[in-house]
Each structure stands twice: as structure tokens, then as C-alpha cells.
């Protein structure tokens, strides 16, 4: 289930990016839509070959991250919908989680539906909360002296902090 969750978010992510790059010039539409299938491919093609027994496959994972990433930051150096991108980039992210949790599960042979449901509320709470912030981040617009933007930045670290702290498991 999780694995078919983090391959869903991953052909979501890449449709939101194929749907941005779409009113891209020609010649970045097919540079950004290039790497995003190359990128699709390589993480699908590291999650199809881990069932096969291919270990050594399990790293092109991260460069499908990368390439996925790196198709965002491409479109939104090109300002395409930056709500598109910025949805799209939140669904790569926790597809990578959960292909990752994924990996890490597939070596038990019995897992209990609590511990699953417990990842997948945490990550999606944390996917949630870093998309909500990032597209208030779009629409709001003020001015910081530098002095209440490092204070923002600080209490930000300081809450992401305590964050993490509280979504560990206890021991």
C-alpha cells in the first residue's frame, strides 16, 4: 500500500510539472519535460527493480529525486504557475518519504497497520503544513526589517525543531 501511495504522489507530482512546463517556451518545455520523464523513469524503474531483488538500483531513487527537483526549480525560474510547481514539489517529497519507508518495511516480514498509519499521518501532516505555508508564502506580501526576519527564521528552526522532536517515536 505504501509503495503504490508513493508511486501515486510521484505521477501526480509529474503531471502538475508536465502541466506547468506546458506554457513553457518551446525550447524549455522540452528540456523540463525531458528530465521530468527521465526522472519518472529512473525512480520507477529503482522501485520496479528493488522487487526484483536489485539492490544496487535502490540509489537511482535519489537521482529521480534530484531530477524531479530540479524540473521544479526549472519551472519556477521560468514562473510557471509557481502554485502548480510548488504542489507538484510537496507530492515529490513525500513520494520520496514513502518510497523510502517503503524500502525500509520491506524487510520485515510482518508489519502492524499502526505503525503504518502513523508514518503516513505524519507525512502527510508535515507535506501539508510545508504546502499551506509555502502558497500563504505566494500571497503574502510585507516588508521585514532584517532584525524580524532572522527572529522569523530562528522561531521557524526553533518549531520545525519541536516538531521533529514530537513526531518521533518514543522508545
Not at 518551446?26 to 519535460?33: D, K, L, T
Not at 535519489?62 to 507538484?88: H, K, M, N, Q
Request: charged share 10%.
Amino acid at each position: 500500500m505504501v509503495t503504490w501511495l508513493a508511486r501515486t504522489a510521484l505521477f501526480l507530482a509529474g503531471g502538475l510539472l508536465a502541466r506547468a512546463f506546458s506554457t513553457a517556451p518551446v525550447w524549455a518545455r522540452f528540456g523540463g519535460e525531458g528530465l521530468l520523464l527521465a526522472s519518472l523513469a529512473l525512480w520507477l524503474g529503482s522501485s520496479f527493480s528493488r522487487k526484483a531483488g536489485h539492490p544496487a538500483w535502490d540509489r537511482l531513487s535519489l537521482l529521480g529525486l534530484g531530477g524531479l527537483i530540479g524540473s521544479a526549480v526549472g519551472a519556477l525560474y521560468f514562473e510557471l504557475s509557481p502554485p502548480l510547481v510548488l504542489t507538484a514539489a510537496s507530492l515529490v517529497f513525500l513520494g520520496w518519504d514513502l518510497d523510502l519507508f517503503a524500502r525500509r518495511l520491506s524487510g520485515f516480514a510482518r508489519i502492524e497497520g499502526s505503525v503504518v498509519r502513523r508514518h503516513l499521518q505524519s507525512a502527510g501532516l508535515v507535506a501539508a503544513c510545508g504546502l499551506g505555508l509555502a502558497l500563504l508564502g505566494l500571497n503574502l506580501r510585507f516588508a521585514l526589517g532584517f532584525g524580524l526576519a532572522l527572529l522569523l527564521a530562528f522561531a521557524s528552526f526553533a518549531s520545525l525543531v519541536a516538531i521533529l522532536r514530537l513526531a518521533r517515536p518514543s522508545s
